[in-house]
Antibody, heavy 126, light 107 residues
C-alpha cells in the first residue's frame, strides 16, 4: 500500500539544524511531489513547502524562506526536509505528504495531500 | 488567501448532523479540500475539489460550495467522526493554505 514513513523524534538546541526524512513506498515516487506540513502541538496545520520529485522544483512558504530546504533521493525514494537556525517556536510535529508533481494531476484526487506520513516531533530547547 | 472556519467548536451527539463552514478571503473557485484529524494521528483527505469524496471515504461525508463559501456536512455522526476538520485551498498553487480548523466534540 502507499505509505510514507518518517524518521524519529529529534531534540535540538536553538540555532541548530534538523533534517527529517520521509521514505515513500507503494507507488512510483518520481510521478508525484511531496509537501511538508508542520503542526505545533494543539494548534493548526502550517504548510511549509513543496518539491516536485521529477524536476526538483521547490516552493517554500514565505515565512520559512532562507531557513528550509527540501530535497529528494530517487534512488532510495526518500524525501528530506532540512530546517536551519532553529528557534523554540519551531517545536512542532513535521509531516510529509504526497501530492501532485505539478499544477494539475489526474485523477484529480492526486492534486491534494494524501497520504500523510506519521509525523516527526522536533523539539527545540536549550 | 486566508481561510476562516466556523464554528471553532461544534458539540454534537452521535446520530446528529454536523455542518462545518469554510470561508475564503477571495475566490478559490472549487480548489478546496477537507481533511479530518483524529487525536494523535496525521490528517487524512476527506473531500477534494469542494465536493468529491476521496477514495474510501463514507457517503455520510459530503462537501459543497464554490468561490468563497464552502460546507462540509456529516449527515449522521458516528463515534469515530469526533475529530478536528481542516479546509485547505490550492488555487494559489504552488502555495497552499489551511484553515484554523473546527473541532467536533461530544456533547
Amino acid at each position: 500500500q502507499v505509505q510514507l514513513v518518517q524518521s524519529g523524534a529529534e531534540v535540538k538546541k536553538p540555532g541548530a539544524s534538523v533534517k527529517v526524512s520521509c521514505k515513500a513506498s507503494g507507488y512510483t515516487f518520481i510521478n508525484y511531489g511531496v509537501s511538508w506540513v508542520r503542526q505545533v502541538p494543539g494548534q493548526g496545520l502550517e504548510w511549509m513547502g513543496w518539491i516536485s520529485v521529477s524536476s526538483a522544483i521547490t516552493n517554500y512558504a514565505q515565512s520559512l524562506q532562507g531557513r528550509v530546504t527540501m530535497t529528494t533521493d530517487t534512488s532510495t525514494t526518500t524525501a528530506y526536509m532540512e530546517l536551519r537556525s532553529l528557534r523554540s517556536d519551531d517545536t512542532a510535529i513535521y509531516y510529509c505528504v504526497r501530492t501532485c508533481t505539478g499544477e494539475n494531476c489526474y485523477p484529480r484526487e492526486n492534486n491534494w495531500f494524501d497520504p500523510w506520513g506519521q509525523g516527526t516531533l522536533v523539539t527545540v530547547s536549550s | 488567501i486566508v481561510l476562516t472556519q466556523s464554528p471553532a467548536t461544534l458539540s454534537l451527539s452521535p446520530g446528529e448532523r454536523a455542518t462545518l463552514s469554510c470561508r475564503a478571503s477571495q475566490s478559490v473557485s472549487s480548489s478546496l479540500a477537507w481533511y479530518q484529524q483524529k487525536a494523535g494521528q496525521a490528517p487524512r483527505l476527506l473531500i477534494y475539489d469542494a465536493s468529491n469524496r476521496a477514495t474510501g471515504i463514507p457517503a455520510r461525508f459530503s462537501g459543497s460550495g464554490s468561490g468563497t463559501d464552502f460546507t462540509l456536512t456529516i449527515s449522521s455522526l458516528e463515534p469515530e467522526d469526533f475529530a478536528i476538520y481542516y479546509c485547505q485551498q490550492r488555487s494559489t498553487w504552488p502555495l497552499f493554505t489551511f484553515g484554523p480548523g473546527t473541532k467536533v466534540d461530544l456533547k
